[in-house]
């Protein structure tokens, strides 16, 4: 069993829509969680951390519920410019062992 | 400033070739990495090091070397080359350990036939 889990999508989206995802983690130690992105033949890149109250920045809401071991990331008013892959992303608590997901992507049309 | 470079952008390499990846870093961050991407399989860890002189196994370290003489280079050695290491590389560094932000170089698409 992976230690993320995530739905590989594609999630097709039309511009302004709101599109939701979840990623699913086995270590219950887990203790940071972050979502990145990552552009078609490009590096990931950061866009957000996931605090256990839940966190807002801007259009993108990410939850944590370790209940159920699972984090979500939610994109209100999409834009074409957010068609991307979304790595989810968990620190288990020991050094530099990052876990990723194999990612979800994210098609967002005219 | 230029972040994260890694060299060479593409390669095609013949099964058996030693090739050395290139990674170099301008941000002064102690903690580097070295992942390969795959189709289906996300990001896996194959070395890190911590800081300058140390470095340890990752999840996928097999066929893989890697050295940290100083603070801003991390190059990961294929010593033979087989196709199963046919992947994108992408080095990454952090301020320190842990949860701290990663940084990705633009990576290097490898190909071994």
């Known amino acids: 069993r992976k230690e993320v889990e995530q739905d590989p999508g594609p999630f097709n989206v039309p511009e302004g829509a709101t599109v939701a995802f979840n990623c699913t983690y086995s270590?219950?130690?887990?203790?940071?969680f972050f979502w990145y992105r990552q552009d078609c033949r490009k590096e990931p890149k950061l866009l957000m951390s996931v605090y256990s109250s839940g966190n807002e920045d801007g259009r993108f809401t990410a939850q944590l519920n370790r209940a159920s071991q699972y984090i979500s990331l939610l994109i209100r008013d999409s834009k074409l410019s957010d068609s991307a892959t979304y790595l989810c992303v968990v620190a288990p608590g020991s050094w530099g062992k990052l876990q990723f997901g194999a990612g979800t992507q994210v098609v967002v049309t005219p | 400033i230029a972040g994260i470079t890694q060299a060479p952008t593409s390669q095609i390499l013949a099964a058996g070739r030693r090739m050395t990846l290139r990674c170099t870093q301008d941000m002064r961050h102690n903690a580097m990495y070295w992942y390969r991407q795959d189709l289906g399989l996300g990001l896996r860890l194959i070395h890190y090091s911590n800081t300058a002189g140390t470095t340890g196994k990752g999840e996928v370290p097999d066929g893989y070397s890697v050295s940290r003489a100083n603070t801003d280079d991390f190059p990961l050695t294929l010593a033979s080359a087989v196709p199963s290491q046919t992947s994108v590389y992408f080095c990454?560094?952090?301020?320190?350990?842990?949860?701290?932000?990663?940084?990705f170089g633009p990576g290097t698409r490898l190909t071994v036939l």
């Open positions: 990454a560094s952090s301020e320190a350990g842990g949860a701290d932000t990663q940084y």
């Open positions: 270590n219950s130690a887990s203790q940071s």
